[in-house]
């Protein structure tokens, strides 16, 4: 029996110790000012000197200014990341607006190092993820100014704009840096192309079909 206990508490130390090297180190001090000029790379972007830190390095303005959704989607993302806000590096968080015109979609993609909380500022969205392999649920609802919704980590996610004027939205990411996968430009205008026969046999089309697609995401 002593030797099954031992043997119980050894597994639980060992499984206690994976999970604990599976996440995000603790910060190790009050803030990590990303330095553009830095030359070491590491995962993330390297530590301006504490001593040089000043207060517009934890700030930025323009998010009151609406983009440009003159554009094939109709939409315009304004990212704020740690590229943008230095003093956001290490934080582990980030926020972009984002503009749409009538009609206008935030096409699906997917953000692979965070989750999302979206919030409508103006106008009516219509919004929805799609869950991972077998189910594929789509999940989908329209939402008004002040309504919020969420997008888990990793799941493809898009917008609508279901309106007949401007819509705007904030989003706020659970990453300092969360990526972006646009699912057409992904698999239609990869550098170079996957080759046409897997996506024939992946989306059941013709080989016609399929150049047409990748001539309308190339670069």
Known sequence: MAYNFS?????????????????????????CVSDPQGQVLVNGLVC????????????????????????PSGSKVTPVAATQLPGLNTLGISIARIDYAPWGINPPHTHPRASEILTVLDGYLEVGFVTSNPEN????????????????VGLVHYQRNVGNSNAVAIAALSSQNPGVITVGNAVFGSTPEI??????KAFHLDETTIGYLQSKFKN
């Open 48 to 71: 301006k000197d504490p001593k040089v830190v000043e207060a517009n390095d934890f700030f930025f303005s323009g998010l009151h200014i609406a983009g440009n959704t003159s554009n």
């Open 7 to 31: 043997l119980v508490v050894a597994i639980l130390a060992l499984s206690l110790s994976v999970v604990v090297t599976a996440t995000d180190n603790s910060a190790l001090q009050d803030f």
């Open 195 to 200: 080759a046409t026969d897997v996506l024939v």
């Open 137 to 152: 649920r789509h999940i989908r609802k329209v939402l008004q100014k002040g309504d919020v919704f969420v997008f888990p």
